[in-house]
């Protein structure tokens, strides 16, 4: 499928997709929502794939929401845009496999949403993080208001999106919404490098991983441990646990198929 808004390759079981709307500050139009949700499903499906790099060409990664939203002539007007975006984000969360995520610039409003289902998210030392619907009178969108808190906790999400407080990098790597502070010139390298090191593991292990990580934050601790279990044990008798000892005993790096 070809993209406008979005440019999309696979390599070696990764796939790099990017943000490619640089004269809008990537912003989400409804354009670049339908791409992200067609990437999203298209990766779903595909089995190859092993790791999503997300990031975007331009200054900003995005700056989410356009604010000339608040001027649309009808209710119906202002609403489709966002349901189809938080329609895309929602399927990039539903993505099995670990997505790294490039950060440049703004990061705000549905941009901030969908950075916020990476696993893995860099940031260069210019970032910025924010929300602003509060100060434009609505409610931030795309499962930010619920995501954000379980990531950074809920007193300081509570700053940004009752407040539309801003956070740097710095401060945004201290509360745990960024794994790494990079420069800008090393960004999407770094991030590429670690996406390479993670479709080296095994495909089994990383997505049953990720699902403990994801499901389980939504059950009691009982039911989440429970979960663990049943994931190790159900992973005893793959192919992938087996090389893995293999590949251990002769010490050697292991060659995992997804089995």
């Known amino acids: 499928m070809k993209y406008h808004y979005l440019e999309v ?37 595909n089995e190859a794939i092993k790791v999503i790099v997300l990031g975007a060409n331009g200054l900003d990664f995005s700056i989410g929401l356009n604010p000339n939203i608040v001027q649309y002539d009808s209710e119906e007007e202002a609403y489709s845009p966002v349901v189809l975006a938080s329609a895309a984000i929602e399927q990039w ?3 099995p496999f670990p997505i790294v995520v490039a950060i440049n610039g703004h990061c705000a409003s549905l941009g901030l949403s969908l950075a916020c289902v990476g696993d893995i998210r860099y940031a260069t030392d210019q970032a910025t993080f924010y929300i602003p619907e509060a100060t434009w009178g609505v409610v931030p969108a795309g499962g930010v208001t619920q995501r954000l808190p379980r990531l950074i906790g809920k007193g300081p999400a509570m700053n940004m999106l009752l407040g539309g407080e801003a956070i740097q990098v710095n401060q945004a790597l201290e509360l745990g919404l960024i794994n790494k502070q990079v420069s800008a010139t090393s960004l999407w390298e770094e991030a590429c490098d670690y996406a390479k090191k993670l479709a080296e593991m095994s495909t089994l292990s990383m ?31 793959s192919e992938d646990r087996m090389e893995g000892v293999q590949a251990f005993l002769e010490k050697r790096t292991p060659q995992f198929k997804g089995k």
């Open 93 to 95: 969360a539903r993505i």
């Open 9 to 45: 390759w696979i390599e070696e079981q990764i796939a790099y997709v990017k943000l490619n709307n640089p004269n809008d500050r990537n912003s989400f139009l409804p354009e670049l929502s339908q791409e992200l949700l067609n990437v999203a499903n298209e990766c779903i499906e």
């Open 207 to 237: 997505q049953y991983t990720k699902e403990c990580l994801v499901k389980g934050s939504e059950m009691s601790f009982e039911q989440a441990l429970r979960l663990e279990l049943d994931v190790y044990m159900l992973l005893q008798t």
